[in-house]
């Protein structure tokens, strides 16, 4: 079991890619904030929210007022934060896995629940 001090694992996952921007911007916001709380956060990333995980795709502000999706991205992985990309999502829509950002890997249920553990994990789903 990994000694996270108590404290819950987070995993966002995500399903919506920029098509709903301010969706991927409500699942960003809760995964920077776990994150920067110091919680081990994750987000699985599925269907078109795969692209997000690729370099040069996250991009834009969601609507006004909101804070920039590369900003969130950067705070995201400055906290710590994962990605896991889903590997069959990645296939089906032929997007090079070399093109990952550097805190992402390819990964499907499996993994994520190895990363979960037996530790508790608070879950959110977008």
């Known amino acids: 079991m990994t000694n996270n001090g ?9 399903s919506t890619g920029l098509e709903d921007a301010e969706k991927v911007t ?3 916001l809760v995964a920077v904030g776990a994150a920067e709380d110091g ?15 690729l370099r040069g795709t996250l991009h834009g502000v969601a609507c006004d007022g909101c804070p920039p999706l590369p900003d ?3 705070r ?3 906290a710590g934060g994962r990605y896991l990309v889903c590997p069959i999502c990645l296939d089906a829509k032929h997007l090079d896995r ?9 990964g499907g249920t499996v993994v994520m ?3 979960i553990d037996t ?3 608070v879950t959110f789903s977008y």
């Open 113 to 115: 629940w190895k990363w």
């Open 26 to 28: 409500v699942a960003f």
């Open 39 to 53: 919680r081990e956060t994750l987000m699985f990333l599925t269907k078109e929210a795969v692209r997000l995980a």
């Open 98 to 106: 070399d093109e990952l950002l550097p805190n992402s890997e390819a």
């Open 119 to 121: 530790d508790a994990a």
């Open 6 to 14: 108590g404290r819950h694992k987070a995993v966002i996952s995500l």
């Open 72 to 74: 969130l991205a950067a």
């Open 76 to 78: 995201y992985e400055a």
